[in-house]
């Protein structure tokens, strides 16, 4: 490696400089010259009809500046928060799609629904105000889960949506799936929740409207993941400011894990409101606050079905899923359930025919999108634990039943039933890297040493692959997203030979301030202290679509990539001109310009200078500048893939689970920065942890209250919960479509590690005859299933 | 949180003058009190900050136990060299509540005035044959917990310090909540001689003791000699974390637990 | 119903005017622009505001700027030293990549601190439980950990060991 900065160096990130000492930018630190701030005013109830609104003692009340409401905004005509992707059914008809207004108009729908809100001086005198509006209610029947909305007579949450039901989507080959069911020699079978997740940033949501007079201007600070796209939906749909005159700044922002994708009611009503007070308005989300109105993620209740010949080699899988997608249709929430979760159901394996149904509906609650992972955790833990079953049915190891089914690496590109088209991958070599790891040989051993201290110990194993980088366009266009899914960069090379890149990707923990300059660096051979990283803000970055899905580095590297590019074809004609040679005679390297065969060769500074100061420059031919610009269209999704391990111990006298070790092997294709990948899997291997073990969002079915709102109910993984991981990665399948041969690595950890977690749990519970337990395996759950077991087996009894 | 006067009195008896101030509050460290203002769950007039009254502060070596001002903060208990030597199993009970920045404000007397049903410390005034001092009066370990967030302490009155006993052998071994790190069940036990007391927190709507298990100990005092007995799981708490029969199965867990720390 | 505060901040006296109900960390955010502080919770659960008072660490969000009157507080803005070189515990985060988004990372730090003068040389377990009533949501705390037993390392060479700590 001749840069030392350069790709595969695991570079320290230049943005650790801010945040550890305190000077960091997110939205909330921002105050500007007469700042108001904003609290709102949310519905108590899960649905009710609002019969009116009193705000004459509020708006009397010190400090406040005004009180607006849903009448103002329609009075304004703001319009609905648009939705992003538009599924049709089976039938052929479009998903129901009703508005969604930033503040209610006629009725609220879940717990949280904003009714209005209250501008002032102060947020403590927003809050005391804010208190002091009176609504009045009339509450209405609620539906606080999926499975209520679909019981016949459920209220509807939708007067235009029959059944509460959003759409009813189907994928693949239903003939060829009964087909080979009807031929099957084993079945196996399973029911499984997915649950519902509250993604928890941790830094809470905000926004600060500002409106300059003099130009028209408005101004959304915000703590989004792509602003680009905020801008466009904001802009656009809710309202009616065009781009030129709408800047949307993404600063720091604290953590997104997808729930800061999605255009929110609230951007909407600070960047109206600054118009309307005439004063800058900021809102911060309390975390109580945040519990209620991000977009929360999973939630899915399915039944699977995986037909096998004699052999325990897959045949087809039949799959039914009933996904509740809240209140209102979410940004991207329709795409979640159907084109990121059903065309991931082959997993790892080479089933040839796979049927997936979805139906969606509406509930009373937050509203349901990605989160970390989007659809892929709840194919994988799917998959996972239905193959853990297939291999209690069929009496073989769970790694030879898997090992027998993997899509051999010789067959990649390799066509799935479900629509994706795999381009690497070797399956074989990951679980071949993690069984040493893990010494499986030797757990049976491990298994009776802990049951001779009376603990029951269990092994899980999960593979799984991901699509990122959602694309390409022109596909995903014809699926149902309305929006493009490619990246933009820009390389402005400066007279003096530093550089600065914008790019539309977004950073909010994936440190691309380091790895985008690592890419440039090496590119151009210049120290990466001369490279300056740009992104979040629409004023500056020419286009972009933002960061989720793991796609910052195999869509939005792509495209610096391709800047770069342009750059340096500019840059040789330019120094061609300058050595006095051929183009064709011009060898790159390490951005250093070489006449082939002599010692004449420049330096991309020097062609930047001349760039500036063309007085040696081929005028008639180029003009002056190197500054460039390119956008990337993937020509196909990325596919990471991985096999997690994990090893853990069941106390039955309380039923608590401590992992006791965790290894992670996976392939995101080339890696620019070990350190930070090894970060970005650590991270997320405990968000799936998490969802095995500790977290749970629950609403109560008929009121629709939400009953875990805070942090003493909602259990978030804590350091002294979780343990250190064996995290291990191989380089040899790099992604065959893009020009760094990278797959995308900030999911991974969350998509494989609940079903690990999940099938070690089943595995130390299996002599209690234990097939299956939903997640989260809490303390009480598995201490319960232990003292229902019957007979109990030989343990050491208390 | 609403507007309220804040007072910072500098001897116990300007305290009770401010106390009487009606919807006043008394603030010790605040961990519980300032999240309940946050959620504006309570409106009180005045807050009386106890922090800088000497009367209340201090650990002392009284009658062969300790005497722990009402204003020491857990992390003053959790760390006393004091407490270590004479009650180890107070120390280590302190080291264990919330987390160590809720240790470095939080006080005992507010901890017991509250009388959190999930809080730890009152398992050890019942456990620990304490008495609690006020400034009015002595009120005994057993008479101070009445109810879920219930005490003997009348309006205004102000807690001065606790008077713990020192045990032969103690522990006490807690079942945190996974999320709020609060008892779901923490389990107090003291042999003094021939007396053992076993004081359960967590569990109940209030501390209590688990009297068929003391009988038990007083007996024999190993983790085998509760082997079938449990509390009743009627009456019992019961949430989304643990329900009431999950509640009193730990409760035999925890005990014996704390029998085995007890050593 | 607004009172005078008064306290040393990262060294610097400082005095305001404002309301009793003002929240340490809003004094230190809202008065004081001392922006590093953050809010996660409401619930002080999430430890993203800790700071030290007196030496201690507090969840500046559970206590009231009139309870700090006359203490010492130090804020992630003041654990460096005064020409910028990195706190051994800022440093460690950085080399261990300790932090990704940042958002939890000042309240992190300043528990660390808090925990290695209790502790000098924690174990891992140590380390864990330490932190405790620090959420991240980002690291999966495997890096925080490596990094504050580094720190920990770090603050034992570059300073003498304490003779009697508390």
Redesign the interface.
């Given at each position: 490696m001749a840069n030392p900065n350069g790709i595969g160096a695991s570079v320290?990130?230049r943005?650790?400089?801010?945040?550890?000492?305190?000077?960091?930018?997110?939205t909330?630190?921002f105050?500007r010259p007469n700042m108001t701030h904003a609290v709102h005013v949310r519905s108590p109830y899960a649905h009710a009809r609002i019969l009116g609104i009193d705000f004459t003692d509020a708006a009397a009340m010190p400090g406040v500046v005004a009180v607006l409401t849903g009448a103002d905004m329609e009075a304004d005509k703001v319009g609905s928060l648009p939705c992003g992707w538009q599924i049709h059914s089976k039938d052929g008809s479009p998903m129901k799609e009703p508005p969604h207004y930033p503040l209610a108009r006629d009725r609220v729908r879940y717990v949280g629904d904003a009714v209005a809100v209250v501008i002032a001086e102060t947020r403590?005198q927003a809050r005391d105000a804010a208190e002091m509006v009176v609504v009045d209610y009339e509450e209405l029947p609620a539906v606080g889960s999926s499975t209520r909305a679909i019981a016949g007579g459920a209220p509807l949450v939708h007067d235009d949506a029959p059944d509460n039901v959003c759409y009813d989507w189907h994928l693949g080959d239903q003939a060829a799936v009964d087909a080979a069911f009807a031929n099957a020699a084993h079945v196996a079978k399973i029911d499984l929740v997915n649950q519902r997740l509250v993604p928890?940033?941790?830094?809470?949501r905000a926004a600060m409207g500002e409106y300059d007079q003099s130009t028209g201007e408005y101004t959304l600070t915000t703590t989004s993941q792509n602003p680009h796209v905020t801008r466009l939906l904001m802009g656009a749909f809710v309202l009616g400011i065009p781009e030129h005159k709408l800047r949307v700044v993404a600063p720091?922002?604290?953590?997104g894990?997808g729930s800061k994708i999605f255009h929110y009611g609230e951007e909407a009503v600070v960047t109206w409101a600054a118009r309307k007070v005439g004063r800058p308005v900021k809102w911060t989300a309390?975390?109580?606050e945040s519990f209620l109105t991000d977009a929360h993620g999973r939630d899915h209740v399915s039944h699977a079905e995986l037909a096998m010949d004699a052999d325990g080699n897959f045949l087809a899988l039949r799959v039914s899923t009933l996904a509740n997608l809240g209140a209102y249709l979410s940004t991207f929430a329709p795409s979640i359930p159907t084109y990121l979760y059903a065309t991931l159901l082959a997993g790892q394996y080479k089933t040839p025919a796979i049927y997936a149904e979805v139906k969606a509906v509406f509930t009373n609650t937050s509203p349901v999108d990605a989160y970390r992972g989007a659809g892929r955790p709840e194919a994988c833990y799917l998959i996972e634990r239905l193959v853990d079953v297939a291999a209690g049915v069929m009496g073989m190891d769970r790694t030879e039943i898997r090992r027998r089914n993997f899509v051999p690496k010789e067959a990649m590109p390799y066509q799935t039933p479900v629509a994706l088209q795999y381009d690497t991958g070797d399956f074989a070599k990951n679980l071949d890297i993690a069984l040493p790891l893990v010494d499986y040989p030797g757990f049976q051993q491990r298994r009776a040493e802990s049951k001779a201290r009376g603990k029951l110990r269990g092994i899980g194993f999960a593979t799984y692959i991901e699509a990122c980088g959602i694309a390409p366009s022109n596909v995903a266009g014809a699926l149902g997203a309305r929006a493009g899914l490619y990246e933009c960069a820009e390389v402005r090379f400066h007279p003096t030979g530093s550089v600065t890149v914008f790019t539309g990707s977004h950073s909010?923990?994936?440190?691309h301030e380091t790895t985008f300059a690592q890419i440039v660096a090496e590119r151009f051979g210049i120290p990466i202290e001369n490279v300056e990283i740009v992104h979040g803000d629409t004023n500056k970055i020419p286009f972009g679509m933002g960061t989720y899905g793991s796609r910052s580095l195999a869509v939005g590297g792509s495209a610096l990539v391709k800047a770069m590019d342009k750059v340096e074809r500019k840059a040789k004609k330019i120094a061609a001109h300058m050595l006095e040679a051929a183009e064709t005679d011009i060898e790159v390297k390490d951005g250093r310009f070489t006449v082939a065969g002599t010692d004449k060769s420049l330096g991309i500074g020097d062609i930047a200078l001349q760039a500036y100061v063309p007085h040696n420059f081929p005028l008639d031919e180029l003009e002056p500048g190197l500054d460039e610009q390119a956008f990337y269209d993937p020509k196909n999704f990325t596919y990471p893939n991985g096999c997690h391990v994990c090893e853990l111990e069941i106390d039955p006298d309380t039923g608590v689970t401590t992992i006791v070790s965790f290894a992670a092997v996976d392939d995101f294709g080339n890696v620019i920065n070990p350190?930070?990948v090894?970060?970005?899997?650590?991270?997320?291997?405990?968000?799936g942890i998490g969802q095995a073990l500790y977290e749970n969002c629950v609403y109560d079915e008929e009121s629709g209250q939400l009953v875990t709102g805070?942090?003493?109910d909602y259990c978030?993984p804590?350091?002294?919960d979780?343990p250190?991981?064996t995290v291990r990665y191989h380089e040899d399948q790099p992604c065959t479509h893009n020009p760094l041969g990278v797959k995308g690595c900030g999911e991974a950890?969350t998509i494989g590690a609940a079903a690990a977690v999940m099938n070690a749990v089943v595995d130390a519970l299996s002599e209690y005859g234990v097939t299956h337990m939903d997640m989260p395996a809490t303390p009480e759950k598995v201490w319960r299933t232990i003292r229902d077991a019957a007979p109990a087996p030989a343990m050491a009894a208390e | 949180?609403?507007?309220?006067?804040?007072q910072?009195p500098t001897s116990l008896a300007d305290a009770a003058t401010a106390i009487q101030a009606e919807e006043a509050k008394l603030?010790g460290g605040?961990?519980t009190l300032?999240?309940t203002?946050?959620?504006r769950l309570a409106r009180p007039t005045d807050?009386i900050?106890l922090?800088a009254i000497p009367e209340l502060k201090g650990i002392r070596e009284a009658d062969g136990g300790l005497e722990i001002g009402a204003f020491t903060r857990h992390?003053e208990v959790a760390?006393s060299d004091l407490v270590k030597r004479v009650i180890p199993a107070l120390a280590s009970l302190a080291e264990g509540i919330?987390?160590?920045?809720?240790r470095?404000?939080g006080t005992m007397g507010g901890s017991i005035a509250n009388a959190d049903p999930s809080a730890d410390y009152p398992s050890a005034v019942v456990a620990l044959k304490a008495t609690v001092t006020t400034d009015r009066r002595s009120i005994a370990g057993d008479d101070f917990f009445t109810g879920m967030f219930e005490t003997a302490l009348e309006p205004g009155e102000i807690v001065k310090s606790v008077r713990f006993s020192r045990p032969d052998k103690a522990a006490y071994a807690k079942f945190r909540n996974p999320a709020?790190?609060y008892a779901i069940v923490g389990v107090f036990v003291a042999r003094f001689g021939a007396e053992v007391r076993v004081a359960v927190t967590g569990a109940a709507g209030s501390v209590f003791r688990a009297e068929a298990f003391e009988t038990a100990l007083a007996a024999d005092f190993r983790a085998d000699a509760l082997n079938g007995l449990s509390v009743d799981a009627d009456g019992l708490n019961a949430d989304i974390h643990a329900s009431a029969d999950y509640r009193a199965h730990l409760v035999t867990v925890m005990a014996k637990r704390a029998v085995e720390a007890a050593g | 119903?607004s009172?005078t505060v008064s306290m040393t901040v990262n060294g610097k006296t400082v005095s305001r005017e404002v309301?009793?109900?003002t929240?340490l960390v809003a004094f230190l955010?809202?008065h004081l622009?001392?922006?590093?502080?953050?809010?996660?919770?409401?619930?002080?659960?999430?430890?993203?505001c800790?700071v030290h008072v007196d030496g201690?660490?507090?969840?500046s969000?559970?206590?009231?700027a009139?309870?700090a009157?006359g203490t010492e507080v130090t804020?992630?803005?003041g654990?460096?030293a005064a020409d910028g070189t990195?706190h051994p515990m800022?440093a460690a985060?950085?080399?261990h990549?300790g932090?990704?988004?940042?958002?939890?990372?000042?309240g992190m730090?300043m528990?660390a601190v808090?925990?290695v003068r209790?502790n000098p040389n924690p174990t891992?377990?140590e380390?864990?439980?330490?932190?405790?009533?620090?959420?991240?949501?980002?690291?999966?705390?495997?890096?925080?950990?490596?990094a504050v037993k580094a720190g920990a390392d770090a603050m034992a060479g570059a300073q003498p060991a304490p003779v009697a700590a508390?």
């Open positions: 320290r990130r943005e650790d400089q801010r945040f550890l000492t305190g000077r960091g930018n997110y909330d630190d105050k403590e928890n940033a941790m830094e809470p720091d922002v604290g953590g894990f309390d975390r109580s909010h923990g994936q440190g350190l930070i090894e970060g970005q899997v650590h991270g997320g291997l405990v968000q805070s942090y003493m978030m804590r350091a002294d979780v250190s991981f950890g | 949180m609403y507007a309220f006067t804040y910072r603030l605040g961990q300032l999240p203002l946050k959620q807050l900050d922090g992390a760390h919330g987390d160590r920045q809720v470095n404000m709020s790190r | 119903m009172c309301e009793e109900r929240l955010r809202e622009g001392l922006t590093g502080t953050h809010v996660g919770c409401d619930t002080s659960q999430c430890g993203a800790v201690r660490s507090v969840k969000c559970t206590t009231l009139v309870q009157n804020t992630i803005e654990l460096a990195l800022q985060f950085r080399e990549h932090l990704q988004c940042g958002f939890c990372t000042p730090v528990s808090d925990l209790d891992e377990a380390i864990r439980e330490g932190l405790e009533g620090n959420i991240c949501r980002c690291t999966g705390y495997h890096n925080i950990v490596k508390e």
